[in-house]
């Protein structure tokens, strides 16, 4: 890990106060590290978004599997990592919550707000055989100087890896 | 913050006031259980004024979508009032600004369901 990057993680517990947790670390960390209201909505909203994916999807609401979380703060960006140990996922069988036919499903968009709301997104295989969702966001001064992240959404989402 | 709910009655429509967040856990879960009284009170037009919510998750996304095909399926009708502006951007979002009626006045809102 180099030397500029700041690293944090912790172990959570597969229960629903685990989310609320997690958003109010990341979103700790989110301010410190200089974004605006509008990016920490973005990031705490992923996060919880990531770590519900964990504790539905990944770990079954199993409370003896464990949710890992992880942050890295780099020079450039802040980095976000969550690993349960599920039996992992294709992101491409995920339908897309946008189609006419999943507007009214009662599940199946979280996936579609970290996306939304992130820089990159991506889901690896976990080291133990879970689903590893990784996301990130551009520091305000790397994105565009002068905007603290207080406007809308703009062009970044067209550079989204996944 | 906890979500709170409570309702009153206007023009034969049931307007529930909501305030806080409705996220995975408490909030999604007393959101469930107060549509549900009101359908078991025969309670079917409903306008849900969001607008002291600021904040909804995936879960209270899911709730709502619930709501309002829980609602229909008893032949009624679940409105929208007073989106805040993060609420109202996360439905334009997900598209579900095209499937729910939404109002930012609540005289036109009740007039809407005669």
Redesign the interface.
């Known amino acids: 890990m180099p030397q500029d990057t700041k690293h944090l993680e912790v172990t959570l517990e597969t229960q629903v106060d685990s989310v609320n947790l997690a958003e109010e670390m990341c979103l700790r960390v989110a301010q410190a590290a200089g974004f605006g209201e509008d990016d920490c909505y973005r990031i705490g909203m992923s996060v919880r978004e990531g770590v519900i994916n964990a504790f539905h999807y990944g770990n079954q609401e199993r409370p003896d599997k464990k949710i890992y979380l992880a942050l890295d703060l780099t020079p450039d960006k802040m980095v976000i990592h969550v690993l349960d140990e599920g039996k992992g996922f294709d992101l491409r069988r995920v339908p897309d919550p946008l189609a006419e036919e999943n507007l009214l499903s009662t599940s199946g968009r979280g996936i579609f707000l970290m996306r939304a709301f992130m820089d990159e997104f991506a889901v690896v295989p976990g080291r133990n055989g879970g689903a590893e969702i990784i996301m990130s966001k551009k520091l305000p001064s790397e994105r565009n100087p002068g905007n603290n992240g207080k406007g809308g959404r703009n062009s970044e989402s067209e550079s989204k890896g996944a | 913050m906890a979500l709170r709910a409570t309702y009153r009655e206007a023009q034969g429509i049931t307007v529930v006031d909501i305030g806080g967040r409705i ?3 408490e909030g999604s879960a007393l959101l469930r259980k107060t549509i549900r009284d009101l359908l078991e009170d025969k309670r079917t037009l409903i306008l849900l004024n969001l607008a002291d919510v600021d904040y909804i ?3 209270g ?3 709502l ?2 709501a ?2 829980g609602v229909k399926n008893r032949g009624g009708s679940l409105k929208l009032l007073h989106l805040t502006k ?1 609420v109202h951007d996360l439905l334009q ?4 600004f ?2 729910f009626d939404v109002y930012s006045d609540e005289r036109t809102a009740l007039t809407s369901f005669r």
Do not use: P, W
């Open positions: 996220t995975l856990g998750d995936s879960s996304i899911g709730e979508v619930s309002y095909t993060k979002l997900t598209k579900l095209t499937v």
